[in-house]
Structures are given as structure tokens and as C-alpha cells.
């Protein structure tokens, strides 16, 4: 990835922009931190905030006029923070550290005229630069300091002004300042105060038109400010004055980039929703209690954005935000040798493409780990068990076993191909069946049966390659259909085909059922359900639309999630995640289902399955639209990938038999081998991703062979390399020819004596 | 993954079918994603034939595989 892509993706997330408080505040104060600290009744961390970025800490905290207060969030839900009574709040309550600075002395020296407020500020700065500064005022120092107000007692005044000399900074009279044509000698440069009645008769013979940027008077290196009536927005010129200073002393440009150096517009987005309005404590003369002070700052919304996080799982999960992951993600990809400690974060993300809906700015994760993921597998540096397993699968079902392209039995041609696809042929065979028995009946112009693999597995793991390979052979199996329009059943197939083979027509099976007359026996759920839109229909909103009007005409009722239709999110197959991340993709499924205590009604068999997998009782439309044996649909538990396989197998078998009366294909050998499993098994060879159909050819190979090795016990172990995995067995041969699998597991390393002769 | 070979004295009493050999701690080459390691595995003397545990398989070989996947 580019540097000049990642800032794109940066620039885009505004999650780290300052809140309307700090952007406001003429000196950048951290009024969200302030608040977080005083709700937790933490005023010593409050007091650090302030003496970290006040000058004049003791002084400015009381006084403060809280320009702030004009912008902040709350403003919108019960009025502003008192975010200058908060500041007060926690000076009230203990000393400040006054930490001696621990800065070398730069050796260079800079003046200051006036002791007002700004002239002060700018003394400060220029100590913390490490300056000799030397102030020119008149004698009482403090007099202009406890004039601002009741709150800053000679005391108070007098504690800023020590801290100050104790710093090095010495005060001078002003008798003593060499005429301003000479300061260039000793005392050069000078930022001369305006809130100071003394020090601007300095300038009376100066012409009064200062440059707002840098405070430059008519005289090169002399800078003037502070006639402000905000005492924060005085403050904030003489540290503007001392920048300036600086910059003049480094002979740097007094202009460039200073546009965030005062107040400014934050990018910021924080959502009011939810947020109910409280209004703002009355602030006493006084200043708040600790206990008022605490309860005020809890009002604060601790302004940020999130909006993404918030509703997805996996960007939550790894505990940032956008901005954050694509600085990681940039970092990963450039690791040269090391650790790519961010490839499972990158192969997590399902692609739902919610986030990119909700960010206030389109930010999309979606294209982040696209590319990354196109990126990996560019250099070779894809993990191979990311996505083994279910590029293993869509191999199998662009295989001769799975594929099927056939017009209707007697006929030539086709107006329309029904295109299942892969999820819905293995974990409901019946109904592929049943819905092209339908079509046929119901469409006119002939209706080809077209059993393929759309590639979106390819296109999720990034392996164009694979996916345009896949795509060519669609093409021309496409092109000698005759070229129909295609009805998905899956829109995982409708959105791969749309994106990348346009040309290819295609309408959604849900579209087309609305359309059409209801068939006999539609069966009714007990209760109201609530309906799940897949990830991949999100913008397909005539799919959606489709789907509700046929549960409508069908008579279900369908509770709407709160984030359903064009915000709905993935069941955790999309983007791989289950593979990659099996535990988060569960705990997505999981998530999703506890939204609704109802059943859920999906209309894709890849959410049926995802969902029933966590146990959640999950129906498809399809159930209730083509009932089939069982009265509780929702209580089926989901297929396994084995059977899914078998399915697939056997369902073109059958079709093929059936209604194109084409001789049965031979059956493979292995397919003889016949397993029994004891309780549980099955369920650990699922979670293991290991199919029965390996195990049958492992068992096959070991015994033809006699390739094995036998327990004390018995029993066997045995071994088989089909591809980039071996897999091992341990198994009974059983009096009825039965083999009992005791155990199975695998591994990717390829062991010298082990996992031979796996023929794909 | 040397500390889990030393518990692997039952394979001893495991036989090749095919040899009629009990198994022997042999040196065993294993690869991935082009490293190459020597470790010593329970293998039948006479053929050769390697048995990777499940313990090995799924305990410290996957950590291994998963930190090379990484690399
Ligand atoms: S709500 Fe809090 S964080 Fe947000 S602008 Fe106001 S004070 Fe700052
Ligand atoms: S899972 Fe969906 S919402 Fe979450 S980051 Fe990925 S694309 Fe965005
Ligand atoms: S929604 Fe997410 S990506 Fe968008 S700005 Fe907010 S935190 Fe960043
Ligand atoms: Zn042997």
C-alpha cells in the first residue's frame, strides 16, 4: 500500500479530531479529559490537565470565560459543560504541583512588556521554551492579575509570579527597557502585552495594524497582543506573541502552518442518539462543590465518534477504530522480515460493507482489507489455513461432481436459468428441487438448471486468479445455456455477478417469487418471527422489498430489527470470517441472533446455517414457502460441511438420473467405505473442518495399502496428504464392514513418512 | 517441540502393520512454507512410516505452523 492510499484512508476517519471543547478553546485545553477526570471525582488528574496546557495554571483555571461553551455537543441535548467552572472546581480542591521545568536554557533571551494576564502567558511560554525572558513592568506585578477578578486573590497572584521568578524569569521596570529601535541589542525579540495600560504607550507611536497571524508589529521581531476582553483569548495571544518569538529567533517563516493554533472547526462526528437532554448545574458565585462540580462533568458526552465500532463486532473486537487499523494494516503490509501481526485482524472482517454505510464519512473497511487482502496474496504472504479450507470447497464445486448446466429435460433452449447456488444445494437439496420443478411450471420460455459456484469465495480470499478462472468457465457454460437470465437464489451470487460479469443477466429468485402466484400448501409460523436480511442484499433494496412482499402475501408477520435492510450485517460467513476466525464469526451469529428474543426468518441458507450453528432457532422463507417433512423448521439444527458435500453430490446425482435420465455416474471407491461415529464425533470432525469424504479416502488408502499403525489397543492410525494438509485418523474395523472413526486431526506441515498419496 | 518427544515412550508399543515393526524415536525432516526442521518422531525403522500425535498436531506443531504463516 501506498503512504498517499493510507492517508486517504486516514483523513477519512475522524475518530481522533478533538472534540468541539478543545478545538474551541483558544489554548487547545482538554476539556473532554477535564470532564472524564472530575466525573470520576479525580481532580488531581484534573489539575494536571490544566497545568499541562494553561499558563498561569492557578490563575486562568479560575477566571476562565469558557468560549468553549458556545460549541460543545452538549450544547444540543440541555445546554453546554460549564467546562470554567469544572477548571475552578479542581483548583479549589488542591494545590497545583508546580513541577520546576526541567528544560536547558536555550541561550537565547527574549523581553516581555506589561504584567497583565497576556504578557504573563508569554513570559510562561518563553521560560518553557527554555528562554532568558526578562518582563519590564511596574513594580506591584500582581495588581493587573487580582484586578481580572474576586477569584485570584493577591495570594493566588502572588504564587503564579513566584513560580515565574523561580523559572529564571526576572522582572524589570519598565524605566529600564531600552527605547523599542534598540531591542534588537539585549532584550530582542519582545511581545508587549495590550492588557497592560503601561506597556502599550510603548507602542503609541507604532502603527496599529499587527498582523493577525503572527502578532508582528510595524517593527521586525516586536509582537503585540492581549487587548482581547476574553482573559482566555488574551492568554492565548501571548503564547501566539512567544511562538512567534520563537520563530523569529529560529529565522523561521511566521506564517506557515498555524491555522489550528487558535480556535477551529473540529471534523468530529459524535451521534446524539440516545442521548437524553440535562440541562447545565447552576454554577454558583462561589464556583461548585466537589460534588456538583462531579455531577456537571458527567454530563459531558466525552465527545467521540465510533459510530462503526459501535456496530460491528470485529471492529470492536480488536479495540480501535478505522484510522487506527489502517495505520496497522499499512504497517503490516510493509513489514519486510518480522511479524505480520496483523493478518488475522485483516482476514477477520467479513466485508459486510455496514460500517461504510454508517460512517459519517463513507469510511469502508470493506475496501481497506480488499485490498490489503489482494495485497497479501500478491506477495505471497496470504496464511495459507485462512483459506484453505473454503477455496478446498469451492474447487469441489466447480468440480464435474458439482457442476450441472442442463436446459429443462426435452427442451433446447432457456430464457432463464435457475442458479441455486453452493449453499443452497448442500444444505437444502430438497428445495433446489422443488423450486425447479416450480419454475418450470410457473415461467414461460424454459428454464435451464445451472448447479455452479458463483467464486465469491475466490473474490473474498482475494485470489483473482482463482475467481477470473472460475468466471471464464461461468462465461461459457453461460453462453451455451443461450445466454438466460440468470435467477440466483443466493444474492452472495447476485453481487458477485452484478460487480464483476455485468453482462451476465441476472434477477433475484425472491423477485421472481414474488411475482408469481403462491404455491399449494404454504405453511404459516406459529408466531411472529423476526426477519434477518443478509449482508450481500444491503444494497439490493428491490431484493428486499421483494422478500417482504412475499412473506406478505404469504401472510407472515416479521418484526423489523433496528438495523435491518441497507444497515443489516453479516451472519459471519461473508468476508471468510468463518474461516479465518471461527470464534468471532460465532460471536457475531451469536450477536445478531440475541437482538430479538423471536425466531429469526432468513432468506439465504448461509445465515440459516450460521445461525442455527450458535442455536439459535433460525427458519429460511423457503421453509414455509415449500414446507418440508418436519413441523418445527426452526429447530433443525444446521448442516454440517460433510453432509453438505454429500448433498451437493447426491442432489446431482439425483437430477441428473431423474429428470435428464442420464446413466448414474460411477461411484467412486472410497465411497464404499462406510463410517460410524460414537457420540460427539461428528460434531469434533466439524469443528476440525474435517469432511467424512477425506476420512473415507484416508480409511480406504490405509487399508488397500495396509499403510496404517495399530494401537495395543487395536485399534488404527493412518494418514492422507490430499492437498497443503494431512490428515490423520484413528478408526475400528467393524465385524459388518463398518469402520468406527475414534478420533481425527490435522496439520499443515508436511512430515517426511507421513500424510502420503492423497490423489485430489 | 523437543520437550514433547521425551514423553513419547508409549509409541514404542505401537506397531507398522505393514513391517511388523514397533515404532522408533527416527530424526524426521518437516517442512513449511519452505523452513525445514529435524525433530524426532515415532517411525516405523523399516519404512519410514512417521505418526504425528494429536497433541504434537494440534498443540505445539499448529503454534508453530500459525507463527510461520506470519513471518
Ligand atoms: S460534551 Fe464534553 S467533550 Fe463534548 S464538546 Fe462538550 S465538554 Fe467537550
Ligand atoms: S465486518 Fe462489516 S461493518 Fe465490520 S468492519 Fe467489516 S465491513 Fe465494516
Ligand atoms: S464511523 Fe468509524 S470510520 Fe467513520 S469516522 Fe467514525 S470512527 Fe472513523
Ligand atoms: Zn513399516
Not at chain 1, 468553549?68 to 477548571?87: H, P, Q, Y
Not at chain 1, 459510530?307 to 480501535?320: D, N, P, Q, R, S
Not at chain 1, 433452449?413 to 428445495?431: I, N, Q
Amino acid at each position: 500500500m501506498k503512504r498517499a492510499r493510507l492517508q486517504e484512508f486516514e483523513y477519512k476517519c475522524i475518530q481522533e479530531e478533538p472534540p468541539w471543547c478543545t478545538a474551541a478553546c483558544p489554548l487547545h485545553l482538554d476539556g473532554r479529559g477535564l470532564c472524564r477526570a472530575v466525573g470520576e471525582g479525580k481532580f488531581d488528574e484534573g489539575r494536571k490537565i490544566i497545568e499541562r496546557t494553561l499558563p498561569l495554571p492557578g490563575v486562568l483555571g479560575r477566571i476562565c470565560d469558557a468560549p468553549c461553551r458556545a460549541v460543545c455537543k452538549r450544547r444540543e441535548a440541555g445546554g453546554s459543560i460549564e467546562l470554567g467552572g469544572l477548571e475552578r472546581a479542581c483548583l479549589d480542591e488542591g494545590p497545583l504541583r508546580r513541577r520546576p521545568l526541567l528544560i536547558p536554557k536555550s541561550g537565547s533571551a527574549a523581553a516581555v512588556a506589561g504584567c497583565g494576564i497576556s504578557s504573563l502567558s508569554a513570559a510562561s511560554d518563553g521560560a518553557k521554551k527554555g528562554y532568558s525572558v526578562t518582563v519590564f513592568c511596574r513594580p506591584d506585578n500582581t495588581a493587573l492579575l487580582t484586578a481580572l477578578s474576586p477569584a485570584v486573590t493577591e495570594e493566588i497572584a502572588r504564587e503564579e509570579l513566584e513560580w515565574l521568578e523561580k523559572q529564571g524569569v526576572r522582572f524589570r521596570p519598565l524605566a529600564e527597557m531600552p527605547p523599542l529601535q534598540e531591542t534588537d541589542s539585549e532584550f530582542s525579540p519582545l511581545y508587549v502585552g495590550l492588557d497592560d495600560p503601561e506597556a502599550v504607550l510603548l507602542l503609541a507611536d507604532v502603527k496599529r495594524n499587527f498582523d493577525p497571524v503572527s502578532l508582528e508589529t510595524a517593527i521586525p521581531g516586536v509582537f503585540a497582543g492581549g487587548d482581547a476582553p476574553s482573559f482566555i483569548g488574551r492568554a492565548a495571544d501571548g503564547r501566539r506573541g512567544m511562538k512567534s518569538v520563537e520563530r523569529y529567533l529560529q529565522k523561521a517563516s511566521l506564517h506557515s502552518s498555524r491555522e489550528t493554533e487558535g480556535p477551529f472547526e473540529t471534523r468530529l462526528y459524535t451521534s446524539l442518539k440516545g442521548v437524553l437532554p440535562i440541562p447545565p448545574l447552576p454554577l454558583p458565585e462561589g464556583g461548585y462543590s466537589p460534588s456538583e462540580a462531579k455531577e456537571e462533568a458527567r454530563r459531558c458526552l466525552l465527545c467521540e465518534c465510533r459510530e462503526c465500532v459501535k456496530t460491528c463486532i470485529y471492529l470492536e473486537e480488536y479495540g480501535a477504530y478505522p484510522k487506527a487499523y489502517a495505520r496497522e494494516i499499512f504497517n503490516n503490509l510493509s513489514v519486510v522480515s518480522g511479524t505480520r501481526s496483523a493478518n488475522r485482524m485483516i482476514n477477520s472482517c467479513s466485508l459486510c460493507g455496514r460500517c461504510e454505510r454508517i460512517c459519517p464519512n463513507g469510511f469502508s473497511m470493506r475496501e481497506l482489507i480488499t485490498e490489503a487482502r489482494g495485497e497479501m496474496v500478491a506477495v505471497n504472504k496470504m496464511p495459507p489455513s485462512a483459506h484453505d479450507f473454503p477455496l478446498e470447497d469451492m474447487a469441489f464445486n466447480t468440480s464435474s461432481k458439482a457442476v450441472l448446466a442442463r436446459h429443462a429435460p426435452g427442451a433446447e433452449k432457456s430464457g432463464w436459468a435457475f442458479f441455486p447456488g453452493c449453499r443452497l444445494t448442500g444444505s437444502s437439496p430438497g428445495h433446489v428441487r422443488t423450486l425447479y420443478d416450480f419454475l418450470r411450471e410457473r415461467l414461460d420460455g424454459g428454464v435451464a438448471l445451472w448447479m455452479n459456484c458463483c467464486g465469491a469465495p475466490a473474490r473474498w480470499a482475494a485470489r483473482e486468479d482463482l475467481f477470473g478462472g472460475n468466471l471464464a468457465a461461468l462465461r461459457e457454460e453461460w453462453a451455451a445455456l443461450g445466454k438466460p437470465v440468470i435467477i440466483a437464489a443466493c444474492t452472495s451470487c447476485l453481487e458477485a455477478l452484478a460487480a464483476e460479469a455485468p453482462e451476465m443477466r441476472t434477477v433475484s429468485l425472491w423477485e421472481i417469487l414474488a411475482g408469481l402466484d403462491l404455491p399449494e400448501g404454504v405453511r404459516l409460523p406459529g408466531e411472529e418471527m423476526a426477519l434477518h436480511d443478509p449482508c450481500t442484499s444491503a444494497e439490493m433494496p428491490g431484493v428486499q422489498r421483494a422478500v417482504r412482499a412475499l412473506a406478505g402475501k404469504m401472510g407472515i408477520k416479521g418484526e423489523e430489527l433496528p438495523l435491518s435492510g441497507h444497515l443489516t450485517t453479516c451472519c459471519g460467513w461473508g468476508g471468510l470470517q468463518i474461516c479465518a476466525n471461527p470464534p468471532l464469526a460465532e460471536k457475531i451469529a451469536a450477536g445478531r441472533g440475541g437482538e430479538t428474543s423471536r425466531d429469526l426468518l432468513v432468506y439465504c441458507a448461509m445465515c440459516r446455517d450460521a445461525f442455527a450453528r450458535t442455536g439459535k432457532r433460525t427458519a429460511h422463507l423457503l421453509d414455509f414457502l415449500f414446507p418440508p417433512g418436519e413441523s418445527d423448521v426452526a429447530a433443525v439444527p444446521h448442516v454440517s460441511f460433510s453432509d453438505q458435500r454429500e448433498n451437493r453430490i447426491g442432489l446431482v446425482r439425483e437430477l441428473k438420473r431423474t429428470l435428464w435420465k442420464e446413466e448414474e455416474i460411477v461411484a467412486e471407491p472410497w465411497e464404499s467405505v462406510r463410517l460410524v461415529y460414537p457420540a460427539g464425533m461428528e460434531e469434533k470432525l466439524e469443528e476440525r473442518r474435517i469432511l467424512a469424504s477425506v476420512v473415507q479416502r484416508l480409511i480406504l488408502h490405509a487399508e488397500e495399502g495396509n499403510r496404517k499403525i495399530q494401537k495395543p489397543d487395536g485399534t488404527f492410525l493412518a494418514s492422507l496428504r490430499p492437498a497443503s494438509v494431512t490428515y490423520w485418523a484413528e478408526y475400528l474395523p467393524r465385524e459388518d464392514g463398518t469402520f468406527e472413526v475414534k478420533n481425527a486431526w490435522s496439520h499443515r506441515m508436511a512430515v517426511a513418512g507421513a500424510g502420503e498419496g492423497g490423489e485430489p | 517441540m523437543k520437550e514433547l518427544t521425551a514423553s513419547y515412550g508409549k509409541y514404542r508399543e505401537y506397531l507398522c502393520t505393514n513391517c511388523g515393526c514397533p515404532l522408533e524415536l527416527r530424526k524426521t525432516e518437516i517442512t513449511y512454507l519452505g523452513s525445514v526442521f529435524t525433530l524426532e518422531l515415532p517411525s516405523c525403522p523399516s519404512c519410514g512410516l512417521t505418526l504425528i500425535p494429536e497433541e504434537l498436531a494440534l498443540g505445539k506443531m499448529y503454534e508453530v505452523e500459525q507463527i510461520l504463516e506470519d513471518k
